[in-house]
């Protein structure tokens, strides 16, 4: 996973902002292997209500390219519920691993005060494991999106726990499983 997160996050700017959104793209086989390697950690082999999914865009590259694990038995789709998802940055410098909540179907329900809802519901999940308080996992340690636009508001507040690792300190897949591992035991909290 290591490597291919590191080539992902060194060439998919570049694709996004030079090349066609079209047809069997690199980074489309790029992310398809890093879902078939995800999908083949113990954790995730073991586990019959996990889903890996992953998206690069649909019709145009996207801003922020993401590979998620959903529970089925909390959501099927990253528009509701809660899922674990890995978040590239757009500008190839940061991968986020966080357990965040679907923003679309909340902003749906409740409008201008989405990001109020998503907010709170993202404190009341993470009053859930003060063991994680004070850990890498701390939502105050800087996982947060670029500010300004309503939709990274949504992003920033949907957030239960997260960590960034800078495109030059991806961990080892040892390191990643284990933090998948926490985030997906923190997730069945909320099943």
Same mark, same amino acid.
């Given at each position: 996973?290591?490597?291919?997160?590191?080539?992902?996050?060194?060439?998919?700017?570049?694709?996004?902002? *030079?090349?066609?959104?079209?047809?069997?793209?690199?980074? +489309?086989?790029?992310?398809?292997?890093?879902?078939?390697?995800?999908?083949? %950690?113990?954790?995730?082999?073991?586990?019959?209500?996990?889903?890996?999914?992953? *998206?690069?865009? /649909?019709?145009?590259?996207?801003?922020?390219?993401?590979?998620?694990?959903?529970?089925?038995?909390? &959501? &099927?789709? &990253?528009?509701? $519920?809660?899922? =674990? =998802?890995?978040?590239? +940055?757009?500008?190839?410098?940061?991968?986020?691993?966080?357990?965040?909540?679907?923003?679309?179907?909340?902003?749906?329900?409740?409008?201008?005060?989405?990001?109020?809802?998503?907010?709170?519901?993202?404190?009341?999940?993470?009053?859930?494991?003060?063991?994680?308080?004070?850990?890498?996992?701390?939502?105050?340690?800087? %996982?947060?999106?670029?500010? $300004?636009?309503?939709?990274?508001?949504?992003?920033?507040? *949907?957030?239960?726990? $997260?960590?960034?690792?800078?495109?030059?300190?991806?961990?080892?897949?040892?390191?990643?499983? /284990?933090?998948?591992?926490?985030?997906?035991?923190?997730?069945?909290?909320?099943?």
């Amino acid at each position: 996973m290591q490597e291919l997160i590191q080539r992902i996050l060194r060439e998919y700017p570049t694709a996004r902002t *030079s090349t066609q959104f079209a047809g069997e793209h690199e980074m +489309r086989r790029a992310f398809r292997e890093l879902k078939e390697q995800v999908e083949n %950690l113990e954790i995730i082999r073991n586990n019959p209500n996990l889903l890996v999914h992953f *998206s690069i865009g /649909q019709g145009n590259w996207s801003i922020t390219p993401f590979l998620a694990i959903l529970d089925r038995r909390n &959501t &099927t789709s &990253t528009q509701r $519920g809660t899922y =674990v =998802v890995f978040i590239f +940055r757009a500008n190839g410098e940061a991968l986020d691993l966080k357990l965040g909540q679907g923003v679309h179907e909340v902003k749906q329900e409740f409008g201008r005060r989405a990001n109020e809802v998503l907010h709170q519901r993202a404190e009341s999940a993470r009053a859930l494991f003060p063991n994680l308080r004070g850990t890498q996992f701390e939502i105050d340690a800087g %996982l947060v999106y670029e500010r $300004g636009n309503l939709r990274s508001q949504l992003y920033n507040a *949907s957030t239960i726990l $997260g960590r960034r690792y800078p495109a030059d300190g991806i961990p080892n897949d040892e390191l990643l499983t /284990q933090d998948i591992d926490i985030l997906l035991q923190s997730n069945e909290s909320n099943v």
